[in-house]
């Protein structure tokens, strides 16, 4: 009953803090939240012993979400549909990020003053990225990526770090090619989210679809 009792609180701390997001952004109160769910702050203490750990805890919720929908919607794609696998995690990510866009904001917005994400993030973080590197690991293990691409060895070594944790089995051009999609995807869903498409893009969902089919026809997917 105890621990019950517990996760409850913790849920409906977290909850709150959530609503003030969309209103102060990450600059999260303790004090305010306990004034909103009508105890003493020292109540909160006892939960989250600062704001940073609370912060963390809707961090992780946040990639968690973001990771459940990606690997859903991936999920649901033939395993043999390298490029349907692809996009349906491109519009996993946008609907995830255009239904959550404060969640979204805490993760992938401006970094909050003060705070350092804690090695505890990273499984979670990892997730929505995991799903892409199998994509590719399938990909390359079906032989059906290039790899033409002559990387700076400075830039290798890192594309060679990341690999070894998605896509082991990938060569290098590849990898690299499907790290600046990934880039383009999350800079669209940003720009789209954060207003830059204003007087622009008008409606932005044909576009979002017609770019990600570009970026898996430049990651080396088959488009037929």
Sequence with gaps: MRARLRAEMTDEIKAIARRHLAT???????????RDLGVVSSAIYRYFPSRDEL?????????????GAVEAAEGAVDRADLTGRFLAVCHAVRDWALANPHEYALIYGSPVP????????VTSALRSVTVLGGIIEDASVAGVLRDDAQLP????????????IVAPSAPL???????GSWLQLFGFV???LFGQFRNAVDVPGPLFAQQMRAQAAYIGLPTA
């Design 24 to 34: 102060e952004g990450a600059n999260l109160s303790l004090r305010a939240v306990a």
């Design 55 to 67: 912060l963390t805890a809707l961090i992780i919720d946040a990639y968690d979400a973001l990771g």
């Design 114 to 121: 003060g705070y350092a994400a804690p090695t505890g993030t």
């Design 153 to 164: 060895a400075d830039a290798a070594e890192d594309v060679a770090r990341v690999g070894s």
């Design 173 to 179: 051009g590849p990898l690299s090619r499907a790290l």
């Design 190 to 192: 940003s720009f789209e």
